[in-house]
């Protein structure tokens, strides 16, 4: 079974079984809708937009040449990419797990496949792929043409439009659906430059008790980028991963991790039955050299050892 299925098993059987929404579950979407609505008010507020058709070009209100809207967007630009640069430095790719609009909708099609799977309608999962990916490519749309081209613009210019509209919607909804969150652990060309600029964090995933681990290895099935989530703490040779999509060769669980915390989920749900504490945590990680190597140290003793 691919692990997008054993994985949408996994985590919505869980949820189901809690009877209530994780708090990670909660975040997620709060930041993700923020994020979204922020972006897709920037031009509609005015406050920037590139007009490649009639050359209204925006920045904060005022219609302004596009030498004027490029530099002044310079600045923020930059601000921003060095706020990113920083955070994944020092926290790793939390902005992959909570704040990308992809990742949201990635998760929106897993849920909508699992309902289907519960015997819910296809045709549901269908029309709401397709509206969510028409949205994000309209608020793409939104910086980059005035939607007045529906109006005012010649047929040419109305025919571009629709057609990048119907393209782009169509390559959403396909790759949302079909390559779902493997593309973050794939293909993302951000993801990358994140995973690259944060492979040694002080936050993450971390085998707290892993003497209180029961080895049902659900942690491992919900990961949605295929990590070892009992690995995340390593960043050591031992612990490098093979070239995969456009990711490179040597990159560690720890430095790939989106920091999702749906292998901490399963985990509170795999455990809650003992009366012990949950082996997997996620936050800021103890000092490299306090950390417990699962199999050395305070591992549970397994039939083998
Ligand atoms: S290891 Fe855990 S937190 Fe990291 S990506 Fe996998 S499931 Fe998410
Ligand atoms: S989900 Fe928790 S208990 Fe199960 S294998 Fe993973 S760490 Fe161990």
């Known amino acids: ?5 054993i994985r949408e098993k996994v985590l919505f059987g869980i949820g189901k079984a809690r009877g209530s929404i994780h ?3 909660w975040w997620r979407w709060i930041i993700g809708c923020a994020f979204t609505i922020g972006v897709a008010l920037l031009p509609i507020l005015d406050i920037l937009r590139f007009d490649l058709w ?3 070009h925006m920045w904060m209100g005022e219609q302004v040449d596009i030498v004027a809207a490029a530099k002044a967007f310079a600045f923020p630009f930059l601000a921003v990419n060095i706020l990113i640069v920083v955070v994944s430095r020092f926290f790793g790719r939390y902005l992959c797990g ?8 990635a998760r929106l099609a897993e849920w909508f496949r699992w309902r289907e799977g519960t015997g819910k309608s296809r ?7 397709i509206g969510v990916s028409l949205l994000l490519t309209a608020i793409t749309f939104s910086f980059w043409v005035d939607w007045r081209v529906f109006v005012e613009g010649s047929a040419l210019a109305v025919n571009l439009s629709s057609a990048f509209l119907i393209l782009g919607t169509a390559v959403l909804a396909w790759a949302i659906d079909r390559l779902g969150l493997t593309f973050c652990h794939d293909w993302c060309p ?3 430059y994140f995973a690259i600029l944060g492979p040694k964090t002080s936050n993450g995933v971390e085998f707290a008790h892993p003497d209180a681990c029961i080895e049902c290895d659900v942690c491992d099935k919900a990961c949605p980028i295929d990590l070892l ?3 995340m703490e390593f960043d050591d ?3 490098e991963r093979p070239a995969s999509g456009l990711y490179p060769d040597g990159m560690t669980n720890h430095g790939l991790c989106i920091r999702c915390g749906d292998c901490v989920v399963a985990c509170e749900a795999m455990t809650a039955p003992y009366d012990t504490p949950v082996p997997l945590r996620m936050g800021f990680l103890p000092p490299e050299d306090e950390r417990v190597r699962p199999g050395l140290e305070s591992a549970p003793t397994t039939s083998s050892d």
């Open 237 to 239: 040779e031992a612990h």
């Open 23 to 25: 708090r990670y579950t």
């Open 123 to 129: 045709l549901l999962r269908f029309s709401s792929m």
């Open 54 to 56: 009639s050359g209204r």
């Open 190 to 192: 951000s993801g990358i």
């Open 1 to 5: 079974m691919p692990i997008g299925k």
């Open 229 to 231: 989530p009992r690995e």
């Open 98 to 105: 909570y704040m990308c609009p992809y990742g949201s909708l």
